[in-house]
């Protein structure tokens, strides 16, 4: 076991945590952000495929699928080994991929293994080619499960979902889109994602600059040259580029950015934690050794040790793993050395194992950055999971380029643009082009995020039966909103460092469901109200399945460090027992047959 950092001044650590967390704290919060309208409408637009005008289609399916994101992508995969062949999957960009359509910036890619991060790998038969892969072979494989499974026949792309409304005469959902469609379905499930919406800095005077600008999720390659697998940007040479942002996104494009503008300007708020990236290549031979099942394996074997389970070994050893497993030799050590394995027991353990791994971080910093002052900077001052982690190997190493320039606004962020670039500190940066890597609407209402309304039995929206919060069976099934399915991670496993296994567990479930009803001719299924009021207490019942910690320096992991009302929290928590708990719970549920808690109705 490491030691415990005996030098650590833990009191002189929290204290410094408070003042640097102090700092960030605005009383708008959420508020501080505003949505892409105006000058900045077409942020929203897809820059990857010319609209091709298509005649409306009306037609009757079994299932619509809505997404076409890794969501709808394994619910229409397991729909399809269900034995489902009718359905239609509908998406808004114009192909498969969802995150990985949209974000294609220069070193995007995944910070959880490929290993377990991309589905239906035994299914496709597809070897990652590296631990962790890029994002256009993330993208490439999001397209090989839609051929594979043959989702692309009859599929709706560049198409939006404007509404979705039940029609009980019928038992049908009726889905209408921009495109003047009108799709009735037995089923829908919806799969819109949690983080996509683009959102931008609310900073005064941000819709007059006069130069080049996007955000990140559509990176303007017209402006800046080079293409998605990181070929020079040759359009920066001679440019002053600017970047508001230094979360996941911002890390990775950074490198790319320094690399290849003439001054690069990164101006930054809050510093990201960097952990060791360590990717290597997948050796194929190897691969073919594994063991059929091996990723529901390999699955489990992540999901124990990351959320501090106990496993013999760990199959996929990275940054998420290592904190869990420290945390947990930490508890082993206490107990050995007498303490009572309890919460306290696991609190302390906990706080040592971050200070110690936030020590490690801090200390990587200052050995990369060669500047002091910009060093100092970079070195995040918060505990490690308040905020997304990230890994890379060549983030901190940008800035001992000598075009790099960090600007640092100690907590503050930038103070106003204007035509010609941005002020900070009574300091003007004069730029010709700036990236937006302000990140994605988190929290906001459902339909808002995912563009369209949902209108149950008797006339209910989605919106008003979450007005008070979310609520759900299992994360999946809505009270008042038959044969209808989420697909996401809220009130089910709540997994945020492997979201595909969360999506994977909702699909199997969703498909098993459905070939049930199938089976025995159910006209509709639909969770009880007891069952998701049952479910909503189950929630309730215990703090752990909330992500969020008031001590934390905002972000959205913790609703801009606002205390969580009961409806932010209602939309962030998952199973009381933890992630593994409830994928435990699904299997046995999924696998029971009698699928307690809805009802499967009949009309004669
Ligand atoms: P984030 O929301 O994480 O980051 C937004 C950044 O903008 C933050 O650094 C924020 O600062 C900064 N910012 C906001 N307002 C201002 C301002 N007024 N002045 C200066 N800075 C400002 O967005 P990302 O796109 O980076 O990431 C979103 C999520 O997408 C990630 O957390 C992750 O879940 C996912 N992602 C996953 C990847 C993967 O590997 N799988 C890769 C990339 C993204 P502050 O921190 O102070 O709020």
Redesign the pocket.
Known sequence: MTAVPGAVDREALRARYRIERDK?IRPDGND??REPTGRFAHFLDDPYVERQERSPVRKEVTVAVIGGGFAGLATGAHLRQAGIDDLVLIEGGGDVGGAWYW?RYPG?????AAMVYLPLLEETGHVPTMKYTFAPEIFAHAQRIAQHFDLYRGALLSTQVEKVTWDDGTARWIVVTNRGDEIRARFVTMGTGP?HRPKL?G?PGIETFAGECFH?SRWGYGITGGDPSGAPMVRLAGKRVGI???????V?CIPHLARDSGELFV????P?SIDVRGNHAIDPTWFATLPPGWQREWLRNFCTLQTGGFADEDLVMDGWTDISQRIRDRVVALVDEGAPLGQETMRLAYEDSDDEKMCEIRARVRSVVEDPATAAALEPWYRQLC??PCFHDEYLQAYNRPTCHLVD?DGR??DLIDETGVWVAGTHYELDCLIF????EVGTDYARRAGFETVGRAGETLSEHWAEGMRSLHGIHVHGFPNAFIVGFAQGGNLVSNVTHNLVEAATTIAAVIGHAQAIGAVEVEATAEAEAAWIDLLQSSERGFLGNPDCT???YNNEGRVLGPKERLGMTGHPGGPLAYFDHIDRWRSGGTFDGVSFGRRD
């Open positions: 960030r501080q952000y974000n995007a890619m995944c910070d959880t983080l800095p900073i990140t508001i942002g230094t979360g996941a996104t911002a990775q101006f930054q708020r809050t990201s905020k997304r606004t962020g930038v890597a302000s990140g994605f905002p972000g959205y």
